[in-house]
């Protein structure tokens, strides 16, 4: 087998560090050269690629972020750059290439595939918003669901001892995965998520007859994006139509891609990485490696792409039960 390239792509997300320490060590072991790429697809196509030894991911798995970088190339989406990543990889004689991200990521993965099949191709899942189709797990998403828990007790102090109603804005724009989770582990009044339409005079109504039975404070988790308005709309409205109430919002934004990983997040981006490596190895290619009832899977990658993942309908009953 040729070498073995590694690019972390999109947003970045906790466990990074954890699955490149995991495919450069692995790789070693067994014999082949790793090179990493700076800044994804980016530094694919400027030729921003180097070779990797065992003590460059020294004291790595517990950084946030990832020491590759990540960028998001506009550049990929043309023929000619993509002809020239292609050429930069056979100067480095890299037959496979490891790409851990998210959907954007994969689609950039595919289109490359198909253009240079002598490539092999293993995909990571990677993204905060555990929005991908064929695997339970993502990388990021357990650590940022923690940041998110972790603000959020620190809000509900505050509502508490002001008798406040605050609107917590959380990412997952198309997405609700981390504001059904981080919701139902901080106790929240509502959730506001894209897969379920939010009805304005609902909220108010189950506001106010919280308040009745003595409900002094409440918190309301709204993923961010059009599909729900955003914690900043959402909470002005509701202020119009409850005015002698005291509503804030607080938007969490990029305080949640950070931090150091969880144990979760760097045990599964190990495995993840881990798994890639030996998959090239015994000559898988375009797969994604994911985690399903705490198993290594692989699917297709395409397959990671084109099919949806929908949240689980059941923590969307037990939310509105637990919430009364």
């Known amino acids: 087998m040729k070498n073995i390239g590694v690019l972390t792509s999109g947003g970045d997300a906790p466990g990074m560090n954890a699955a490149i320490r995991a495919i450069v060590r692995t790789s070693i072991y067994n014999g082949r050269d790793i090179y990493g790429i700076y800044e994804g697809y980016h530094g694919l196509i400027e030729g921003d690629i180097f070779k990797m030894q065992a003590s460059d991911v020294s004291n790595i798995i517990q950084r946030g972020g990832t020491i590759l970088r990540s960028a998001r190339s506009q550049k990929f989406l043309e023929k000619k750059h993509r002809q020239k990543a292609y050429k930069n990889l056979c ?128 918190i309301i988790i709204v993923a961010e994006g059009e599909e729900t308005g955003g914690a900043v709309k959402v909470s002005q409205i509701v202020k119009e139509k409850l005015p002698d109430y005291e509503i804030r919002y607080t938007i969490l934004g990029h305080i949640q891609r950070g931090g150091n990983p969880t144990m979760r997040d760097r045990l599964n981006a190990s495995r993840m990485g881990y798994h890639a490596v030996k998959s090239l190895i015994i000559g898988e290619d375009k797969i994604m490696i994911g985690i399903m009832n705490d198993q290594i899977v692989k699917i297709p990658l395409e397959r990671a792409v084109k099919n949806f993942k929908a949240v689980d309908k059941d923590l969307i009953e037990m939310m509105y039960i637990l919430a009364i």
């Open 91 to 218: 100067s480095k004689d890299i037959g496979s290439l490891i790409v851990i991200g998210g959907d954007g990521t994969f689609k950039g993965a595919c289109e490359f595939k198909n253009e240079y099949p002598d490539i092999n191709i293993i995909g990571i899942p990677s993204t905060i918003d555990n929005d991908l189709y064929g695997t339970d797990y993502t990388i990021g998403f357990d650590t940022a669901c923690n940041t998110v828990v972790e603000a959020v007790d620190k809000i509900r102090d505050t509502a508490s001892s002001h008798s406040r109603i605050f609107f917590v804005e959380v990412m997952g724009r198309d997405a609700g995965y981390i504001a059904l989770y981080t919701g139902i582990a901080n106790g929240a009044e509502e959730i506001l998520i894209p897969e379920t339409k939010t009805n304005i005079d609902d909220l108010v109504d189950n506001i106010k007859n919280r308040w009745r039975i003595n409900k002094k404070s409440s």
